[in-house]
């Protein structure tokens, strides 16, 4: 029997039969305000989540305070191993793998409404009943968020005449019964660039938030430039993880269209030179914890989307939601990090960098470490040309750590161990000052670095050179245990 194609409920069903341990389910009810976030800040969450935490398995809360028939998921890719299970890959591989899914992508397919599971169930905004705070359970991380926090909703929008296309994660809080803020940052995306054009036409931008995916289209939507340049569709990423193009239904209430195996679809449209202050409804200042484990300051202007439709699944959909510091950040924006700096390095330095590891330290975004083979003398100081390709490849990264093929980069006890013995601070720290970085970085003070810092998302950057110059290897081999095939039968 041929399967069902890909989507949130098949990686579910396949998780629970292949590995229960990364999933459990829950039947006491809990309060999506505050309270789910705080009881898998335990469980689960990891990441830069204030201790204690601890990686964890996925959790289903059956039964939400406030929204009978919805179920909430959190944490389905706290773990990269767990990932690496979903999308059937070895987990120390995912970048390579990320990487040439970008360079064989498979693009999307349409399919009608009656092929949509997403669209079963429909709730237009025309309707006097219609709430979207009654609709969707977004929760809040903290009891100082601004709001009801949208986190792993996928907006999907296209350029004014149609010609491109993008999907993009951003954060949104639902403001009242028709209207979200969305926080697009500055300078980036494409969703921003295609928003930027319909302001200059005084036009409101239709698009869908799709939410409750399958993860290779979550992870496979969070490419950046140069990696995924202007008019390529980071959903041909995902067609090319699942080898099978992702399905799109046309919108009931826009012209836009939505992700068809999605648990919900909300369509709306971004309306031009409109912003509002993003903690309108609680004034704390806050919006919500943010990837670097800090809260993220209130935005003032962010912009104004109005919702048109809510479509959903029928039978109890499933509203994803992650702890913005947690793990799954690690595995939504690092692995993609990733693959972004092999492409590059691959280009440049073809050989020379068998892998890299963006680390939940830097939550995915801030932190490389990078792996390099120096196999002759001719590449003494290339794993420096390296680091710099690395930044090239992702202005928001921060800090690059450089060791040796010996070194396991997913065992930061081993990569901390070659900063003690490989490394001396008077010779092997570089710092490349007033670069561009991420502006979420809470660092980012002109009082705590007035030379470099001369305006929101500068930083310094740092490479912690931690390898071992070619002529003096043979001074820096690690004690070399014996070889025993059969070792696990003591364990038996």
Same mark, same amino acid.
């Given at each position: 029997m041929q399967k069902k194609p890909y989507d949130l409920r098949r990686v579910l069903e396949e998780l629970r039969t292949e590995d229960p341990n990364q999933y459990h389910e829950t039947n006491i009810e809990i309060d999506p305000d505050a309270e789910l976030a705080g009881v898998y800040r335990y469980i689960g969450a990891g990441g830069t989540v204030m201790r204690p935490t601890q990686e964890g398995p996925a959790m289903m809360f059956n039964q939400?305070?406030?929204f009978p028939d919805t179920r909430v998921l959190v944490g389905l890719m706290a773990s990269r191993k767990r990932v690496g299970k979903i999308l059937k890959h070895d987990y120390r591989d995912l970048g390579h793998l990320l990487k040439n899914s970008v360079d064989n992508p498979v693009k999307p397919i349409k399919v009608t409404k009656e092929e949509a599971p997403a669209q079963e169930v429909v709730h237009l905004a025309t309707d006097a009943e219609f709430d979207i705070r009654k609709l969707i359970a977004a929760p809040t991380n903290t009891e100082y968020d601004a709001g009801p926090y949208i986190t792993m909703g996928l907006? $999907?929008?296209?350029?004014?005449?149609?010609?491109?296309? %993008?999907?993009?994660?951003?954060?949104? &809080?639902?403001?009242?019964?028709?209207?979200i803020g969305m926080y697009i940052?500055?300078?980036?995306?494409?969703?921003?660039?295609?928003?930027? #054009?319909?302001?200059?036409?005084?036009? +409101?931008? +239709?698009?869908?938030?799709n939410i409750g995916l399958d993860p290779a289209i979550t992870i496979g939507a969070t490419f950046e430039p140069p990696t995924t340049p202007l008019g390529y569709n980071e959903l041909w990423v995902a067609g090319a993880l699942r080898n099978e193009p992702v399905q799109l239904v046309d919108?009931?209430?826009?012209?836009? &269209?939505?992700?068809?195996?999605?648990? $919900?679809?909300?369509?709306?449209?971004?309306?031009?030179? #409109?912003?509002?202050?993003?903690?309108?409804?609680?004034?704390?200042?806050?919006?919500? +914890?943010?990837?670097?484990? $800090?809260?993220g300051e209130a935005n003032s202007n962010v912009n104004v989307v109005k919702v048109k439709a809510v479509t959903h699944r029928k039978n109890n959909p499933i509203m994803q939601t992650t702890l913005g510091p947690s793990e799954e950040h690690v595995s939504m924006a690092g692995i993609p990090t990733e693959a972004s700096i092999l492409e590059l390095v691959d280009k440049a330095l073809p050989g020379k960098v068998p892998n890299v590891y963006n680390p939940p330290a830097g939550g995915g975004k801030l932190m490389t470490i990078m792996q390099v083979r120096q196999e002759s003398e001719a590449d003494m100081g290339i794993q420096r040309q390296a680091a710099i390709l690395a930044f090239a490849?992702?202005?928001?990264?921060?800090? &690059?750590?450089l060791v040796d093929e010996d070194v396991d980069i997913f065992d930061m006890n081993? &990569?901390?161990?070659?900063?003690?013995?490989?490394?001396?601070? %008077?010779?092997?720290?570089?710092?490349? +000052?007033?670069?561009?970085?991420?502006?979420?970085?809470?660092?980012e003070l002109e009082a705590y670095d007035p030379k470099s810092i001369r305006a929101k998302g500068m930083s310094s950057k740092l490479i912690l050179d931690g390898t071992v110059p070619y002529d003096m290897k043979d001074k820096f081999v690690r004690a070399q245990f014996k070889e025993v095939q059969d070792w696990e039968k003591y364990l038996n």
């Open positions: 939400i305070k406030g907006v $999907y929008g296209s350029s004014p005449d149609k010609s491109m296309s %993008d999907v993009t994660i951003h954060r949104m &809080v639902l403001e009242d019964k028709d209207t940052m500055p300078g980036g995306r494409h969703i921003g660039h295609f928003q930027e #054009q319909f302001e200059k036409l005084n036009q +409101p931008m +239709p698009i869908t938030i919108g009931i209430s826009v012209d836009e &269209v939505g992700i068809a195996r999605a648990e $919900y679809i909300i369509e709306a449209e971004i309306m031009p030179n #409109q912003t509002m202050q993003e903690d309108i409804n609680t004034n704390t200042g806050k919006a919500m +914890p943010e990837f670097p484990g $800090y809260d490849a992702f202005k928001e990264l921060k800090t &690059v750590i081993d &990569v901390i161990w070659t900063l003690n013995t490989r490394f001396q601070a %008077d010779q092997d720290v570089v710092v490349l +000052p007033g670069m561009r970085n991420h502006p979420l970085d809470p660092s």
